[in-house]
């Protein structure tokens, strides 16, 4: 798994959004039982902070020590210096497995290998992301440019799957179909900006050019932003639920 978010890990616990209630709760009752669920790639454990009151035990998985340093949550909450692809966890001890916004970065194979390890029989996996948000027309043609254009060539390699809005994720389990689900906010622009700064393209064109591209968007978004000072920004939540059988 690469880790590309370390740096910013500060900024991510502040400006990543958060998953709807509703998608969480349909999840969760998905699960054969609620003894403990799985967050891996837990970021700064906002995926395991909406699980945890419905599990007697949370264990949260990441690779950065920068962002588990940011995770913040519940006393029945674990968090664990963990690659997605070999735990700690106890064969077939695992109800739930979720992995927001992180999937793309593993290697599938070996990371199937050890849901279907830790994963009790009739166990719930869950993959859930988000690509780039909506807003209004005059908004989303700088956005679009910014996230194409201006940082496109410097997106890793997978970010593909976000872009092909995870149908071509490899997922060898019994799939069960979800209804579509969607992310709504009011952002301002200093929240908008700081979600972009986020951005692990944005920080590979950091390193490259050694300068901040954000700084282009920002000024971009100055000329068009509504005196209102907040704008609605949509998500279309991606998402991929399977059982082990």
Sequence with gaps: MKDNFSTQADLYARYRPNYP?????DIVKLSPAYNLAWDCGTGNGQ?????????????????????????????????????????????????LITVAQAVHWFD?????????????NNGILSLLGYGLFKTNSELDKPVSKFCYEVIGPY????????????????FPF????????EMIYEWSLEEMIGYFQTWSAVQHYIAAK????????????????PESAKVEVSMDVLLRVGRKE
């Excluded at 997106?155 to 490899?170: G, M, T």
């Design 155 to 170: 997106w890793d390699e997978e970010r593909k799957y976000i872009d092909e809005e995870y149908a071509n994720l490899p």
């Design 21 to 25: 209630d509703k998608l969480i709760s």
């Design 47 to 95: 995926m395991a902070n909406l699980l945890a009151p419905h599990f007697e035990q949370v264990i949260a998985t990441d690779i950065s020590e920068q962002q588990l340093e940011h995770a913040q949550g519940a006393r029945n909450i674990t968090y664990k210096k963990e690659p997605a692809e070999a735990t700690s966890h106890k064969t077939n001890s695992v109800d």
């Design 210 to 225: 050694q300068e901040n591209p954000v700084e282009w968007i920002e000024s971009e978004l100055k000329k068009l932003w």
């Design 174 to 181: 019994k799939e069960i179909q979800m209804v579509n689900y």
């Design 108 to 120: 599938f194979e070996k990371f199937y290998t050890e849901v279907n390890r830790v994963l009790r």
